[in-house]
């Protein structure tokens, strides 16, 4: 099969210019020959990585909707699958080219069946000349900055009998009016931002992503309203760093602004991810204190506790910012619960950096934390750090992080034994068909004995006991 190519370069991805973000307007354009085209088809996506991508995917599914394709979730079934892929660590890629070669005797026994990759994993030239060098079953790649063009990608793959690769490298644009399938209808994403100008070191997002670029406020807020008009419970403000919202609009609001309009709509719970914590305001600490919707749970990513590993990674803040910052959050929002994420085993910390790195987890005593071992992304400034660590020391941190992580959860779970949470009821538990689960206001996850009739509405839990992760209850009145 022959090739139409654009192929990514990260050189050019991380370029940044003071020209204005375009806001696209317009209804998706579908190739006539495409109107129609899914009908008596199927489409399966699968999604990797973080909320962005889950969002992106309930945009690829609104796009194939219109093309009149039903949802499948066996792929055996279906007639195009797409894998929508992350970059951020070398795990998450070496799965989805794990699945892309699984497929592989789906695409001999179905010769029509159209398999596509797209996300950020794709944005990276090493991943495409992998695809292509590798995987001859992939028919069609495109990346972040192009979704609205997948009928016209799907398109162009049928007509010219070509593997179509479209990726683009760019600051990237803000697109509105594009459809959408959410996978539920009790909560919801809602892009508020996109991109990232951070350019931590071990990053690839910044690359993958484009320059950061703010939706206007009047759409975001008329989204949420449509949202609370169909009975979603819950939304969630999604930006790589939502602190940073409003920052190229010059239109005199910000992310604290955007946080109150939202609250004053009435939608039930409100959510935001992810923060970076040196744009985090004292004025946004403050808006979320003073609405009882805005849920109080804060991810603040703290990385490393060291100093020096912080600016190794441009983080731009040090220790004592952060605990300050922590600080005000915990002491500010009532039943706040504060999440992070930290790495173990950026180039050359030693153990002394790492020992900070514990002082501060003993410090915070965080509800809960995503911890990772340094993977290193090429193109980043970090994958070119001579690294002296063994792998075995950085495994054994990281087993020590664990632990202590574990104790502080669990210490921070046990507190809620005998107290009473409202809890928004999502379904049934994945291991007990006979108890329910959902998540407290705090993030929190539930799972409790009740009513299912009550799925899909807010009810008060009794906690009874807890697990390092976990809070286990009785509905009140259930």
Not at 147 to 167: D, F, M, Y
Not at 415 to 439: C, F, P, Q, R
């Amino acid at each position: 099969m022959k090739r139409c190519n654009s192929l990514p370069c990260l050189k050019e991805a991380g370029k940044r210019s003071k020209n204005e973000v375009e806001l696209i307007k317009e209804e998706l354009h579908i190739p006539s020959s495409m109107i129609d085209f899914g009908k008596n088809k199927k489409y399966y996506i699968r999604t990797y990585g973080c909320q962005a991508n889950e969002r992106d995917s309930e945009t690829i599914a609104g796009i194939l909707a219109e093309l009149k394709y039903e949802r499948t979730d066996n792929h055996n079934d279906a007639d195009i699958i797409i894998l929508n892929t992350c970059a951020i660590r070398q795990n998450a890629e070496d799965k989805v080219f794990g699945e892309i070669g699984s497929l592989k005797a789906l695409k001999k026994n179905n010769p029509n069946l159209i398999i596509a990759v797209c996300g950020c994993m794709v944005q990276q030239e090493k991943s495409v000349e992998i695809i292509l060098k590798t995987y001859p079953q992939i028919d069609v790649i495109f990346g972040t900055h192009n979704i609205q063009r997948l009928p016209s990608l799907i398109e162009q793959c049928l007509r010219n009998k070509a593997k179509i690769i479209e990726v683009f490298s760019k600051e990237g644009e803000v697109i509105e009016n594009l459809p959408i399938q959410r996978e539920s209808n009790l909560k919801a994403w809602v892009n508020i931002m996109y991109g990232c100008d951070k350019f931590c070191t071990y990053c690839i997002v910044p690359y993958t992503r484009g320059k950061e670029r703010s939706r206007l406020m009047e759409d975001i807020l008329e989204e949420v309203k449509e949202l609370k008009e169909k009975g979603y419970k819950e939304v969630t403000l999604l930006g790589q760093n939502v602190n940073a919202y409003g920052k190229n609009l010059d239109k005199g609001y910000d992310f604290a602004d955007l946080l109150e309009e939202v609250a004053k709509i009435g939608i039930e719970r409100v959510r935001f991810t992810t923060s970076h914590p040196w744009n985090f305001t004292d004025r946004m600490i403050d808006i979320i204190a003073k609405y009882d919707n805005l849920m109080p749970f804060i991810h603040l990513p703290l990385q490393s506790g060291d100093d020096n590993m912080l600016r190794k990674m441009n983080r731009r803040y040090n220790s004592e910012e952060y605990r300050r910052l922590h600080d005000k959050i915990r002491s500010t929002i009532p039943g706040v619960a504060v999440s992070t994420d930290i790495i173990v085993g950026f180039p050359n910390e030693t153990e002394e950096e790492f020992q900070h790195t514990l002082d501060m987890v003993d410090y915070c005593k965080y509800d809960s934390a995503f911890t990772f071992i340094f993977s290193p992304r090429e193109g980043t400034p970090a994958a070119r750090m001579i690294d002296e660590t063994p792998m075995n020391v950085k495994m054994e941190r990281f087993n020590r992080l664990l632990e202590k992580v574990a104790t502080y959860s669990r210490m921070r779970n046990e507190a809620y034994i005998g107290k009473t949470v409202k809890v928004l009821v999502e379904g049934v538990s994945k291991k007990n068909d006979d108890i329910l689960s959902g998540y407290s206001e705090s993030q929190k996850l539930v799972n409790f004995k009740g009513n299912k009739d009550n799925i899909g509405k807010i009810v008060d839990v009794k906690i009874t006991d807890i697990t390092s992760w976990t809070l286990l209850g009785e509905e009140v009145n259930g």
